[in-house]
């Protein structure tokens, strides 16, 4: 086989992936929620276990874990969310409630309310929805930091898969840093990415969606959000294969306040395309000196990239050549898209500079760019 295949062959490898929530159709709302009033001050409990505890753990995250009935005109959904502060936001997935007419929230205690979308990110696949009704004991989790995360450390999973309340699975951090498609589409067509993602075998099933990853301390570390499977069961349902995605909590944190305060959140855009990594096939192919680091194929012209003074690959009928390879951005090492992407959109917004390094042949350039927002 010819060398130049193996960069199509690169170029055009996908992962399925399939988001982890329920759907069923005609499904209705509880004519008989809750109906209890807010004039009483509500109980605030914060969560505190001690480690590796499991059925301590369980017993003190559960009641912050809700489960979310979601009604849309081609029917509904199920999804899990968890309460994320004081005020009772609740923290889910965009894909549980981007299309939903109607919410119900219903509480392990028993206590079900009504609530509305309060912010939305289809960038990273979160959503915050806001209580018709507090409960008169609030359960707020406590939000972990990526920093501690590791692989092989035991995570747990709480939600509500196939409609099974308060479902409580184990498993370990399989991978970090990974990178999926975002539900937000790029002007042409294509989706845009997300970064920073959490990989665990911790059964994540439709119905999981949205809900916490927790650690042994019983901090929420992830939110739960899709399954990567090939296999679906007799509902049609995606059946899961040990591949489970949650979106990191420091991402969480970058997003949510914009959910709660503006509705909405703006993701970083530099404005390249580019090769998610480079094999040491594709580096004799393109002539790289490494293979480490981001190959931009493509900038996009008036974008925060082009503005700084990056370059893409020269297309030709054979081989491009000739592009940028970003190794660097501020004081982070970039060894593929997953560095890159997950440091932009974890810790960065528009309007940021940040500094690139690159390699362009045999010179090593860094050039100062201010993000933008994505179109």
């Not at 196939?162 to 991978?175: D, E």
Request: charged share 20%; hydrophobic share 40%.
């Amino acid at each position: 086989m010819k060398r130049r295949s193996l960069l199509y062959t690169a170029v055009i490898l996908l992962v399925l992936s399939a988001l982890a929530c329920s759907f069923t159709p005609n499904l209705g709302l509880s004519d008989a929620l809750d109906s209890t009033d807010n004039e009483f001050m509500t109980t605030i409990t914060k969560v505190v276990i001690e480690e590796g505890d499991l059925p301590a753990l369980y017993e003190a995250i559960n009641p912050g874990v809700v489960a979310i009935r979601a009604l849309t005109e081609e029917g509904g959904g199920l999804g899990t969310g968890f309460v994320w502060d004081e005020d009772g936001h609740i923290v889910t997935n965009y894909h549980v409630v981007q299309s939903a007419t109607d919410l119900e929230v219903d509480f392990p205690s028993g206590f079900k309310t009504r609530a509305e979308v309060l912010g939305l990110d289809p960038d990273t696949d979160l959503a915050v929805i806001e209580l018709d009704q507090i409960p008169s004991e609030l359960t707020v989790l406590t939000l972990g930091q990526n920093q501690d995360l590791a692989v092989g450390q035991t995570v747990i999973a709480i939600g509500n898969p196939q409609g099974l309340r308060s479902t409580m699975t184990k498993g370990i951090i399989s991978a970090l840093g990974r990178t999926l498609e975002s539900l937000h589409f790029a002007p042409g067509g294509g989706a845009f990415s997300t970064g920073n993602i959490i990989q665990t075998d911790a059964a994540i099933n439709p119905g999981n969606s949205g809900g916490p990853l927790i650690n042994l301390n019983g901090e929420v570390v992830g939110i739960n959000s899709a399954i990567s499977t090939s296999n679906i069961d007799i509902s049609g349902q995606p059946v899961n294969s040990g591949l489970g995605f949650a979106i990191s909590i420091d991402t969480a944190k970058n997003v949510i306040p914009d959910l709660i305060q503006f509705g909405k959140h703006d993701s970083p855009y530099v404005g390249i395309q580019v090769l998610h990594e480079v094999s040491l096939f594709l580096q004799e192919e393109l002539d790289l000196s490494q293979s480490a680091g981001v190959y931009v194929l493509e900038v996009t012209p008036g974008s925060p990239a082009d503005m700084a003074g990056l370059i893409g690959a020269e297309i030709g009928e054979v081989i491009p050549k000739g592009g940028d390879l970003i190794v660097g951005i501020d004081d982070q090492r970039v060894d593929n898209f997953a560095d890159f992407m997950g440091y932009l959109l974890t810790y960065k917004k528009p309007g940021d500079q940040v500094t690139i390094m690159v390699l362009r042949e045999t010179e090593t350039l860094e050039f100062e760019l201010i993000l933008d927002k994505r179109p």
